[in-house]
């Protein structure tokens, strides 16, 4: 069984580019959340949806945007990137609830140049 | 933001002793739940603990929970060479949207000597 699978590994973009990553859950997961991890701290929570909204919204600017789909995927947009856009991206699938524990992937790691 | 910190943020212990780390949180919480991170790669989560329970095990895994002091510990018990990694403590609370996402602490970064 396929755990949270991310795409791509790594990337390397230009300050003021835009950039796009994917994420599939697990199977069965419906809720799908993003987190950014800057070197030696925890995770950040970006957003979380589920049924293809955005459902709570962590303290980050309007330049990070999300979506999910039907098949519960989802991206996470980032625009206008900063040098400190770079960090290692985590999406996480749990199912709804509130009493389950997250599958994470294993990251995209962007650096912005 | 952080929700909390995590104590001590740095632990070294010879293999098969214990391990015991600490996490304090803010706000009022649904459950707290506490995952393992090897080389900055994706998180494994390792034991959940409701906000109305007061200890839970998983194996070798002892997590407790105080929400009148909110915070937590948990305890590796017997550790080998592949316990070493980065533990973090994280809480999920409800907001008028349903259940929150994961909020995190700092992290304790745990070496096992052999």
């Known amino acids: 069984d396929a755990g949270v699978t991310q795409s791509p590994t790594h990337l390397i973009k230009t300050r003021g580019q835009q950039v796009t990553l994917r994420c599939s859950p697990k199977?069965?997961?419906?809720?799908v959340s993003w987190y950014q991890q800057a070197l030696g701290q925890g995770p950040q929570f970006i957003f979380q949806?589920?049924?293809?909204?955005?459902?709570q919204r962590g303290n980050f600017p309007d330049r990070f945007s999300g979506h999910q789909f039907p098949n519960y995927s989802s991206e996470l947009n980032v625009n206008a990137l900063l040098l400190g856009d770079s960090a290692l991206y985590l999406c996480a699938s749990t199912r709804r609830g509130g009493y389950y524990g997250y599958t994470f992937g294993s990251g995209t790691r962007l650096t912005v140049v | 933001s952080q929700q909390g910190e995590e104590d001590p943020q740095a632990l070294s212990i010879q293999e098969g002793e214990n391990a015991t780390m600490n996490c304090s949180y803010k706000?009022?919480?649904?459950?707290l739940q506490w995952y393992r991170q090897n080389s900055g790669r994706g998180l494994v989560h390792l034991i959940l603990i409701r906000s109305n329970e007061r200890e839970k095990h998983s194996g070798r895994l002892r997590v407790t929970l105080d929400t009148s002091k909110k915070s937590s510990s948990l305890l590796i018990t017997a550790s080998r060479a592949a316990d070493t990694a980065s533990y973090f403590c994280?809480?999920?609370?409800?907001?008028?949207?349903?259940?929150?996402?994961?909020?995190f602490g700092k992290g304790t970064h745990l070496i096992i000597q052999p």
């Open positions: 994280a809480t999920r609370g409800y907001s008028g949207g349903g259940a929150d996402g994961l909020t």
């Open positions: 199977s069965g997961h419906d809720t």
């Open positions: 706000t009022s919480i649904n459950n």
């Open positions: 949806y589920y049924e293809e909204e955005e459902r």
